[in-house]
Nanobody, 126 residues
């Protein structure tokens, strides 16, 4: 099992930037991909971005492509999400997740992940 702890959330004005971090510990040697998901008030959890751990192939939801950047530091077992040009609709609890399963195309589905963090709140004011 992998333990995941998110940080970096907070309040930002529209057009601003935030960087989220997700520190992984435990059985991180099994990680093949990690991702960010979010759940806005009254909505279901949705995919934001994913990255394969060794090759660093990335994939983004259409709603954030060009504004958000996912990255990872293998030496620190840490995942990042740089969010720029933020919009009020980006307001949500952001979760990081880890997958130990090989072969998914984009790692953009909840069921493709094994471990989840507790989430960090991001609020974008207009």
């Amino acid at each position: 099992q992998v333990q995941l702890v998110e940080s970096g959330g907070g309040l930002v004005q529209a057009g601003g930037s935030l960087r989220l971090s997700c520190a992984a510990s435990g059985r991180t040697a099994n990680n093949l991909a990690m991702g960010w998901f979010r759940r806005a008030p009254g909505k279901e959890r949705e995919f934001v971005a994913s990255i394969t751990w060794f090759v660093a192939s990335t994939y983004y939801a259409d709603s954030v492509r060009g504004r958000f950047t996912i990255s990872r530091d293998k030496s620190k077992n840490t995942l990042y999400l740089q969010m720029s040009s933020q919009k009020p609709e980006d307001t949500a609890v952001y979760y990081c997740a880890a997958s130990s399963t090989l072969g998914y195309t984009h790692y953009d589905l909840i069921r493709e992940y094994d471990d989840w963090g507790q989430g960090t709140q991001v609020t974008v004011s207009s």
